[in-house]
Structures are given as structure tokens and as C-alpha cells.
């Protein structure tokens, strides 16, 4: 029994230091990632990136040649390891989502964020306009002849099925 009790133990032990080496340390989720603002942009429209993952240099190679836009350049930004960049969202640009990478000047190192093109603001909101084309027609017609016509053969029919009820209800036939 006491030999069973410490393999489980030392099983336990061991799962959960595996479990610790594989989580990130404090903070280096931060660095080793590609921070795209916006992240939701549309054509035509210019996005920021950066990063804390080059280290005190803090320049790397852009490349968002995903989207269409080519490669840019991060400089050191107005933090310490910090990188940032630009670039412009050609207005050609098809809805999706991106890849933008950029590689560290010193080290070589790689990382990625994700970009998504869509054709509406987040910020704009667009409201419906024009007619519903349902293949009927509309209510009124641009033609004033027409719409009065119309009006006129809708009126006859109501007097004529009025009278019709109002003879049967009297029980004079039809």
C-alpha cells in the first residue's frame, strides 16, 4: 500500500512539473507576439504593429505581403524593447484574415499577428436604402397615370363587391 501511494505521488509530482516547464514565464506572452492595431481594418486603411520580442536593438523586417501591402521596417518605439511599424491596407485588399510576420534584426527571431480585412468599419454602422427587388413591383409607380389608374380600378372593385354583399344580404340573389 505504501509503495502504491508514493508511485502515484511521484507520478502526480511529475505530471505537474511537466505541466510548469510547458507554461510561459510571467510576462513573456507580451514578447513574443505581434501586436497588429487595428485589428480589424478596412482597404485602404493603415495598421500599426509592435512588438517587445527583438530585445534592446528593437528593429526588425516587416512583411505583410499576405494582405498585399509588402514589407515595411520596425524602429525602436518609445518603450524600452519595443519595436513598432506601419503600413497601409492596399484598397484592393480582400476580406480575410492575415498574416503579418516580422523577424527580429538581432537573433533572427519570428513573429506573428493577425490582421482581418473586412469591408465595414466596426466603428461605422450601415443602415439599408433603396427598394426590396421582389420582382412584384412597388406600391407607386414613378408614372402618376398608372398609380391613378390602378387606384381607380381598386376603388371600382371595392363599390362593386360592397354592392354584391349588400343585394345577397337583402336576399335579392345575384
Not at 26 to 46: F, N
Not at 53 to 78: I, K, N, Q, Y
Amino acid at each position: 500500500m505504501r509503495r502504491t501511494s508514493r508511485l502515484l505521488t511521484g507520478t502526480a509530482l511529475a505530471v505537474a512539473a511537466a505541466g510548469l516547464a510547458t507554461l510561459p514565464a510571467y510576462g513573456s506572452s507580451a514578447t513574443g507576439s505581434l501586436e497588429v492595431s487595428p485589428s480589424s481594418v478596412v482597404p485602404g486603411g493603415r495598421v500599426t504593429v509592435s512588438t517587445m520580442a527583438c530585445g534592446e536593438d528593437g528593429t526588425a523586417a516587416g512583411d505583410a505581403s499576405a494582405v498585399g501591402a509588402g514589407t515595411f521596417t520596425l524602429t525602436p518605439g518609445t518603450h524600452e524593447k519595443d519595436a513598432k511599424g506601419r503600413f497601409r491596407v492596399p484598397p484592393s485588399a480582400q476580406p480575410g484574415t492575415y498574416e503579418i510576420v516580422a523577424v527580429c534584426a538581432q537573433g533572427g527571431r519570428r513573429v506573428t499577428g493577425d490582421l482581418v480585412v473586412t469591408l465595414t468599419s466596426p466603428r461605422q454602422q450601415v443602415h439599408p436604402r433603396g427598394s426590396v427587388k421582389t420582382g412584384v413591383g412597388g406600391g407607386l409607380g414613378r408614372d402618376p397615370v398608372q398609380t391613378a389608374a390602378g387606384v381607380a380600378a381598386l376603388a371600382v372593385a371595392a363599390a362593386g363587391g360592397t354592392w354584391l354583399l349588400h343585394r345577397r344580404a337583402r336576399g335579392d340573389g345575384i
